[in-house]
């Protein structure tokens, strides 16, 4: 019996450790280009070169950085995706609030359908309705402004946000808007004051997603925007690259710089984001 238990705890013991080596391992696995890639940023051009390739920074240096804030079309892009994505997120949320907060609570025929339909666009090809687009678009006069890539990432982060919110709607009970309303609230602003403060993780969940997608949003931004008042940064970086050179240091620096505000908001709001995920799986 006690050599049972024993061979029993080894066992529990060994896969252990092997679950933390596997999780190492991982975190290792996908932190590494992210660090090369900021390594790249700090080192000269020379040491960029070398071979073999060193493992830790020699010189570090700041001057790739310094070419890149001294760009002033890469100024401009970080703040063209800060308004793109900004604009995009509030859309998004605004729009799918309300088509979610109709689906979790009205009662209609082919709702199933309805929201498969919904789902099945974040899954088009958007290269496939890339020239349709455009030519529309320049109909409208939209080319190389903000609303042609605003309104073509709302089209492809739209479903999401609609998903995330319609299994947090569903769980909400009912009682809690006929309360609101026999208080004297309307619907919409039981929906408002009510529903919306309660989905919150859901809320924050579908923003920052929204944001991510929008702000590394490359296709759409390449196609629709041609000047540096209105391209992106997903756009800018390259440009660091001509005919002749390539300056990678200057590259890595910006995509350095370009991934920072995600990894804030995504630290600052973790909490909120695996509560929404795993609410929003769980329940719906």
């Known amino acids: 019996m006690a050599s049972a238990t024993a061979s029993r705890g080894a066992r529990g013991a060994l896969g252990t450790v092997v679950f933390y080596v596997f999780l190492v391992v991982f975190v290792l696995v996908s932190l590494f280009p992210l660090i090369w890639v900021f390594k790249m940023s700090i080192i000269t051009k020379s040491e960029l070169f070398a071979s073999p390739p060193t493992i830790l920074p020699q010189d570090p240096t700041a001057s790739s950085y310094a070419t890149i804030f001294g760009d002033a079309d890469f100024r401009k892009a970080l703040v063209n995706s800060t308004i793109i994505s900004g604009v995009t997120t509030v859309v998004c949320l605004f729009f799918g609030a309300i088509a979610a907060y109709a689906i979790a609570r009205l009662r209609f025929h082919f709702k199933s359908l309805i929201m498969t339909l919904i789902l099945a666009i974040s899954f088009f090809p958007a290269v496939a309705i890339i020239a349709p ?113 390539t300056d990678y240091g200057a590259q890595a620096a910006a995509a350095v710089v370009v991934t920072i505000p995600l990894v804030i908001l995504v630290l600052i709001f973790q909490r909120r984001i695996v509560s929404g995920l795993t609410a929003g799986a769980v329940k719906g």
């Open 133 to 245: 687009l455009f030519v529309q678009f320049s109909q409208l006069g939209l080319i190389d402004t903000y609303w042609a890539a605003i309104i073509a990432d709302t089209v492809f982060a739209l479903p999401l946000t609609v998903w995330i919110l319609v299994a947090f709607f569903k769980e909400l009970p009912r009682d809690l808007e006929e309360a609101a309303k026999v208080d004297g609230a309307t619907t919409l602003q039981a929906f408002r004051m009510v529903i919306v403060p309660l989905a919150a993780p859901g809320v924050f969940t579908a923003a920052i997603l929204t944001f991510i997608f929008a702000w590394n949003e490359f296709l759409f931004a390449n196609t629709f925007l041609f000047t540096p008042n209105t391209q992106p940064v997903t756009v800018v970086i390259p440009n660091f690259a001509t005919v002749y050179t």
